[in-house]
């Protein structure tokens, strides 16, 4: 089976700009979460869909935003870039059911730099 | 705010030893707790997982010890080798939320010969 895959795997953005990042889960999983992870501030929770429908919210700006698509397949947007959102952007897969199917799987991230 | 504690922040043990790392929760509303391990330049890997009602896991060379009532949970790489060398996470799911990881700071482990 095919892990988590994200693209692109590198971006540099300008302060201001906005841009959009994807997400393809593994193959049956419907639940995708992102996460931010910076060397100050670590691994932080953004935001999880599950059914093409925003689940659960860390505590992040408006400026941060997602969707999922009917196929699982999700996409993240930061719009008017600060420096501060220069990171590694990780999106992780489960199958996101009841009964406890808590396991996610990581893609190997976007890292993002904004000059 | 930090829920979940974890110490050390790096570690060195020598090849054949036993790496710990420990973790401390402070909401009890957590019941999944998940440990990771990240190379450079990729996203983490889920190592092995434990649920508060069991208090031991073991999955070849990697064990973790629960214990609820100190919310406290550690992990132990018996037999540590130079391919264990990574940064090591702990995190916690709230319970009811099914993802939403909340993570420990990493513990950089290296492993030497």
């Known amino acids: 089976k095919a892990g988590v895959t994200q693209t692109p795997r590198y971006l540099i953005k300008t302060r201001g700009q906005q841009v959009t990042l994807s997400c393809s889960p593994i193959s049956g999983h419907r639940s995708v979460s992102w996460y931010q992870q910076t060397p100050g501030q670590g691994l932080q929770f953004l935001f999880e869909y599950f059914s093409e429908t925003q689940r659960n919210k860390g505590n992040f700006p408006g400026r941060f935003s997602g969707r999922q698509f009917s196929n699982s397949r999700s996409e993240m947007n930061v719009s008017t870039l600060e420096l501060g959102d220069s990171a590694l952007y990780l999106c992780a897969s489960s199958l996101g059911g009841t009964g406890g199917a808590y396991e996610q799987y990581f893609g190997p991230g976007t890292r993002l730099t904004v000059t | 705010q930090q829920q979940v504690k974890q110490s050390p922040q790096s570690l060195i043990v020598q090849k054949g030893g036993i790496s710990i790392i420990n973790c401390a929760y402070e909401n009890t509303a957590f019941d999944y707790f998940p440990w990771y391990q990240q190379f450079p330049g990729k996203g983490p890997a889920l190592l092995i997982a434990?649920?508060?009602?069991?208090s031991e896991k073991k999955e070849g060379r990697f064990t973790i010890s629960f214990n609820k009532s100190a919310k406290q949970f550690s992990l132990h790489i018996m037999d540590s080798q130079p391919g264990d060398s990574a940064t090591y996470f702990c995190a916690a799911i709230p319970t009811g939320t099914a993802s939403k990881l909340t993570f420990g700071t990493g513990t950089r482990l290296q492993v030497t010969l």
């Open positions: 434990i649920r508060p009602d069991v």
